[in-house]
């Protein structure tokens, strides 16, 4: 099992370029999740999906987008990237409440110029 | 509002070391908290999950013990490769979302 995955692994775009995040996870999880961290702020919750079908905003939203592809595939969208989406940002899924464990694919880590 | 706190922000030991590491949680209907290691560039790797007050867990020389109002990360005779940042997470009973705290940063000293 690969566990979750996200691509690409490092990008760098400029300011007012879109560009997509996507990851996957072969645990047969419910729910998935974006963060972002950055240095000082811990991990902060973009979007979430509860279940395939459903999508809710986190505590820093704006300026993104998700979609739920399927039970696997959660993308996350930056429609015009700022310098202040300069992070790196972590997927993660779990089987269902938070109850259950997170497990965390690997990150992304964006520069915006 | 659910709130998870870490002490300390940062602890450096000598190799050999113990020392603990605190976690101080107001999470409602507390149905798991968690303990996760992130080495840097990477993700949050699991650790422990604890269930109820009084549950300890143990793996190599991480010790992990839960209060009504806290948790605490043991760490026995650390080495330099226990060096990460450790984070602590509560899950809210008929919640999806986990509340983090921001994590200690531990550095060993060979």
């Known amino acids: 099992n690969a566990g979750v995955t996200q691509t690409p692994k490092f990008q760098v775009l400029k300011t007012g370029q879109s560009m997509t995040l996507q990851c996957a996870q072969d645990?047969?999880?419910?729910?998935m999740y974006w963060y972002r961290q950055d240095p000082g702020m811990g991990l902060r919750l973009i979007y979430y999906?509860?279940?395939?079908?459903?999508?809710d905003k986190g505590e820093v939203p704006n300026g993104y987008n998700v979609s739920r592809l399927n039970k696997r595939e959660f993308s996350l969208r930056l429609e015009s990237a700022a310098p202040s989406q300069t992070s790196v940002y972590f997927c993660?899924?779990?089987?269902?409440?938070?109850?259950?464990?997170?497990?965390f694919g690997p990150g992304t880590r964006l520069l915006v110029l | 509002e659910d709130q998870v706190t870490q002490s300390p922000e940062a602890l450096r030991l000598q190799e050999g070391e113990s020392s603990s590491l605190n976690c101080s949680y107001t999470?409602?209907?507390?149905?798991?908290l968690f303990w996760y290691r992130q080495d840097p560039g990477k993700g949050p790797e699991f650790l422990f999950t604890?269930?109820?007050a009084g549950e300890e867990k143990e793996k190599e020389r991480l010790k992990a013990t839960l209060t009504k109002k806290e948790s605490f990360l043991h760490i026995t005779a650390p080495k330099p490769e226990d060096s990460a940042t450790y984070l602590c997470?509560?899950?809210?009973?008929?919640?999806?979302?986990?509340?983090f705290g921001r994590g200690t940063s531990l550095i060993v000293h060979p």
């Open positions: 993660a899924s779990m089987l269902g409440l938070a109850g259950e464990t997170q497990y």
């Open positions: 999470v409602s209907g507390l149905r798991g």
């Open positions: 604890l269930y109820s």
């Open positions: 997470a509560g899950g809210p009973g008929g919640s999806y979302i986990p509340t």
């Open positions: 999906s509860a279940s395939e079908g459903t999508t």
């Open positions: 645990m047969n999880h419910n729910s």
